[in-house]
């Protein structure tokens, strides 16, 4: 999901922040260096001089003599009898150099034009929070992992499914798999979709986390809703190019033409691009069918390992156990 671009402003604002954190850090250390260090301010005070020199003669139409040191060549000299100075009074060679969070773009956010790594992370991570994962991290990890709830062949669909998921996450750089989690209300089709997202996030993979509901309100926002073409395009490229994609509570959102020719190409370029997706819902197979086109069905039963969860609802008696409790 694209940033809003007062979000993106105040990326870049912290951005400028550094620079100049950076800058007057390094000025506190020249000044420093000054005071130790007298005949090195005498260099620094040289390099303009020599500048102007340069420039003057050049304007003059003046030829330089035989073995006259070029501009480039004295600058190399006073460079050098600066490192030195600062060798022989102990500090680092690299002293008054600018010193950066990111040194690949420098604190800009940008190499060439494009995006650097340092501003995507920066991007992920307050999309992290806008989709709210982190706080659902903090009640669906595998650390939280029970099998106290379930019993007889629901046991053993939770068993199996989880064994599907740590597969996922173990062979995750190697195979390109999809997950299709379905079944009745409460029986651990989310939360197993989110440990998963918390393993993934924590070996690098950039996950992007929607409800049904809001992936297609927020796509039809930017289509009928006279959003910033940009912007649009963006998501559209989040949305095909994360690592992995989950869609939570398919079926909840509404259904109608929009919705399906969107969940459609969405399903498609990711598998074009073998990005892996997974999907929760509470439709079984037939319903699954009967909602969708029979391309959106055909591409799930193709292209995504489907498991089944049933049981009682595990939130409503987590809730009674903890009444008990009390």
Not at 148 to 161: K, N, P, Q, W
């Amino acid at each position: 999901m694209p940033l809003s671009s007062e979000q993106y402003k105040k990326i870049m604002a912290e951005y400028g922040q550094r620079r100049t954190v950076h800058y007057n850090e390094r000025e506190q250390r020249r000044a420093l260096v000054y005071r130790k260090i007298p005949a090195y301010k005498a260099l620094d005070e040289q390099v303009p001089v020599l500048s102007m020199r340069e420039l003057d003669e050049r304007l003059s139409g003046r030829k330089k003599l035989p073995g006259e040191l070029s501009l480039q060549e004295q600058l190399l000299k006073v460079a050098e009898k600066k490192r030195r100075l600062l060798t022989e009074n102990g500090f680092p060679a690299d002293y008054l150099e600018m010193q950066y969070d990111c040194s690949d773009c420098k604190d800009t956010g940008y190499i060439d034009g494009v995006k650097c790594h340092c501003l995507r992370e920066r991007e992920i991570a307050v999309l992290y929070d806008q989709s709210h994962l982190r706080e659902l991290f903090r009640e669906n990890n595998f650390g939280l992992l029970s099998f106290d709830y379930y019993e007889g062949e629901a046991l053993e669909r939770f068993r199996g499914a989880v064994g599907i998921c740590r597969h996922f996450i173990d062979t995750f750089d190697k195979d390109y798999e999809n997950l299709y989690f379905y079944g009745t209300v409460g029986t651990g089709k989310s939360f197993l979709s989110i440990c998963t997202a918390k393993e993934l996030i924590e070996r690098g993979h950039f996950i992007l986390y929607f409800s049904a509901t809001n992936l297609f309100e927020t796509l039809s926002g930017y289509i009928f809703g006279n959003r910033d073409r940009e912007g649009y395009e963006e998501l559209r490229r989040d949305l095909t190019d994360c690592d992995l994609l989950i869609i939570d509570d398919l079926g909840t959102e509404l259904t109608n033409a929009f919705t399906q020719s969107r969940f459609f190409e969405l399903l498609n370029l990711r598998h074009l691009a073998r990005k892996s997706t997974i999907i929760s819902t509470n439709l079984d197979l037939r319903d699954l069918r009967d909602r969708y086109s029979d391309r959106i069905y055909s591409r799930i039963i193709s292209d995504y390992i489907i498991c089944k969860l049933e049981g009682p609802d595990i939130r409503m008696k987590k809730k009674a156990r903890k009444k008990w409790n009390q």
